[in-house]
Each structure stands twice: as C-alpha cells, then as structure tokens.
C-alpha cells in the first residue's frame, strides 16, 4: 500500500482535468454497482471498463503493478475458493468486483493531487464545522496518509536495529521502540503544524493576508542552484537532478 | 523587535528549571544561539513563535505577546527545525509548500503558482512534483525552507538546520540562510556559522550565560564544553 501514496503525477489526461468530486462520484457509483450486479458479462465489462481508466492515468508503472498485485492475489485466492465451492459465476464477479474497484480507487488515486483531495475533503466537511473546522478535518486526512510511509520506515529501521543486537526474534526489541518513535514522530508532526500555524482551530482561515513585499521589499533572488544530489536508487526522478 | 521579559520555562510534570527567568531584546537581522545538548537553547528559541509558552514573564515579538496573540506571531516568525522529515506533511514539494498557502491565498491554482514561485527560487523547482519521500535530507530542509519563506515571514527562527546534512548541503543551507533579507536566529552546534552572526546567545544549564560578541562567545563556549571535559576526566 506504501508505494501507492506517491501515485500522483500531474498530467493532462481526462481524469486529472477531472473534478474530485465527479471522481468519488464515479468511485462511489461503479462500487454499488459492481456489488449490486453479479451479471457476468457487465462484471468483466465493468472490470476492463475500470483498468482502461486506470490506464489512462498514465501511472507510474512499477508502483502500480506492485498495488495490483496485491488485489490480483486476494482475488484469485477468492476466485480459487469459489471454483472450490463450485460457484463459478460467484467467483468471476468477486474477483472482477475486486479488481474493479482497486483499479478505480488507484486511477484516482494517480490522477488526483493530495491539494485538490485537501479541497474536496475540506469543502464536505463544511457541514461539521460546528464540531471541528473543516480544514481541521482536511489537514487530519492528509496527516493520516502522510505518516503511514514513516510509520513503516519507523518499523523497518526498529527491525534492522534488533537484527543488529541480535534480537531480531524478539518483538518487544521491534515494537517498543516503533511505538515510542512513533509517538515521537507524531508529536514532532504536531510542533511543526502549530510552527506552520495550520489548522489553528479556523483562526487562520479568518486570517487577514499580508501582501507579499513589492519593489526594493521584496525577497531578493537566493542561490543560483542547490547542490547536485547523490542517486537514490529507485527514484524515478533522478535523472533531473 | 523580539523581547523576553523575564521569560521562564519549566518542566511540566517535575517542575525542573528548564530556561531560568531571561530578559533579552533582540533586534540585530543575524543571532545565533550556541550551547550543549539540552542546556535550553531550542527552548529559547521556541519561545519567539510560541511553540513554547513562558511559564512566568513573556515573550513579545513587535509587541505581540506570544502567549495572548499566537496566530499572529506565528505569522510573523517563520520556524525552521532540525529534521525536515517532521515539517513536511503533503506528498510532493509543491503541495507541501501550498499547504502553507492555504490561509492565505484561497484559490487552488493561484495557490499552486505562488508554491512554484517559492520553490524556484530556492532552486527546488526541478523537484516539486517529486515525493518528498525520494528528497534527499538537504533538499526536504530547502523544501522546508520553502514551506517557511512562502508565507513571507519577517523572522526566522532556525533550530539546528544544518545538523543533520553533509557538508556542501550544510554551506549550502548555511549561505541561504544569511543571504535572507529577514531577521534570522539560528540555534546551531556549527561554529563557524555561528561566529558569522552580529550577535551569538550562549546558553548553559538554562541560562544565557553570555550576550554579545560571537567570537568572543564561542570562545567562551569552547571553554565551558572542555572546562566540563576536563572536571568529567579528573573526577
């Protein structure tokens, strides 16, 4: 799933012009759909309607093939214990139901920027601003994405230094200090919020902008260009460095 | 203008001193704080954009009191931390740096362009669709950097933001930092780039326990760490 949140390139294919909200729309209609109908030939119909709009997205091919995967084996788990079942239409429409929608979710997930998501999310949760203010809510949503990568790399750096002590059996020597590091990384999140004042309890959505400074005030060009940087390996965008 | 006024900080849970009753008027564009390990100089630093509350006295940035007037002062003093990992929140530098934008300019795109704007000037442009997961550490703190200037502050506090990258990243970050045309205080361990400021704060044991002269400072900074060293060895 990690490698799923860095889905999105901007590109101009119909589903990135797309509105957010005709694309949950989309999302939302083809799911009931799928569950409602178990009609074979709109099952694959649907199937190949959602990998051709996932297509379309021009996403990133490795990280894509790596999110399918995932579904393609669940499904064909499924689909294997159907067969074994005997239920051959009920096997075909789970896994094309599966397929379908996670083909959906990552074509708006690839065309779709976590900016315009923050909006959506935002402007839906209008109706509950006398609980929280909706960018609160927004702001929540994008946190939540943005610590499952750390979180993993918290755990895989926790596993590594048990391995390293030798204790790489022992799960409290993996657990303990994810949870405590976690905890740490969550609270740091917090400061640099509050640092950044976002999401100060929709104070700062009454804020009054200050103009940006003009003329002899205004920020003077910075350094012609940062250092080069070393490869990565696995980034794709290396070469523009 | 930057004023402490007998501003303290204790522990919450013990009550242990943290930062001990400080007055300070700061107004020189470049200060930096120096000191060891938790002897109170982040606090100090977090005090000037209210990350950190004074528990008796006040803090005031152009009269603003940090604890009365927070969002304001925030505005004001952009903060910079040591690990830009925790500072960046959206996926890609360019959305982190319209998250910044959002109370600001309410239009997406309008949004986007001025993120873009930011992000070539810091020269990060090549970079601001890349996950900020596959940045390297000094190109997440430019991008932090970014997130900071794009919202025009007129302070910036920097705590220790150099101390996690290599050695051209750090004179990279370094000579950005004092090319900026705002008033900049910087907590640092590097003391070179600390001698380069007009005025250097050291602190031990939660007390400034010099003002003034950032040679002079560093000297005595020196000679407080191995003063410690030596007392450390012979005991």
Known sequence: ?241 | MIEFKEAAVVAPDSGVPILEPTTLTLTEDRISIIGANGSGKSTLARLINGLVLPVTGSVEVDGLDTQKNGAQVRRKVGYLFTDPSAQLIMPTGVEDVALSLRRVIKNRKEREEAAMAALKEIGLAAKADVSVNALSGGQRQLLALAGVLACTPEIVVADEPTTLLDLRWRAHVGALLRSLPLQVIEVTHDLDSAARAERTLVVDLGRVVFDGDPKEAVGIYRDLMFGRATQGATA
Request: net charge positive; glycine share 6%; charged share 15%.
């Open chain 1, 1 to 241: 799933m990690i490698s799923l949140l860095g889905l999105y390139r901007p590109r101009r294919t119909p589903l990135h012009r797309a509105p957010v909200w005709f694309k949950m729309l989309l999302l939302l209609g083809i799911s009931i759909t799928t569950i409602a109908v178990s009609d074979p030939v709109t099952t694959i119909g649907i199937t190949a309607a959602c990998l051709l709009l996932l297509a379309s997205t021009l996403p990133p091919l490795k990280a894509t093939l790596k999110g399918m995967a995932f579904i393609i084996v669940i499904a064909a788990l499924t689909t294997l214990f159907q067969l074994w079942r005997g239920e051959y239409v009920r096997a075909l429409d789970l896994a094309g139901d599966l397929i379908s929608i996670a083909a959906l979710a990552l074509a708006i997930t690839s065309s779709t920027s976590m900016g315009a998501m923050l909006d959506f999310i935002t402007t839906l949760a209008t109706p509950l601003k006398w609980i929280l203010p909706p960018e609160t809510i927004g702001v929540m949503v994008s946190l939540t994405l943005r610590s499952i990568p750390e979180a993993a790399r918290i755990l895989t750096e926790a596993r590594v230094a048990a391995r390293a002590r030798g204790l790489d059996r022992d799960v409290r020597a993996i657990l303990f200090p994810s949870a405590s590091r976690t905890v740490g990384f969550a609270l740091q999140l917090g400061q640099a919020l509050h640092a950044r004042g976002i999401a100060e309890h929709g104070r700062a959505a009454k804020a009054t902008p200050r103009p940006a400074p003009q003329g002899d005030d205004a920020v003077a060009p910075v350094l012609p260009s940062p250092p080069v940087r070393e490869a990565v390996p696995g980034d794709p965008e290396n070469s523009t460095s």
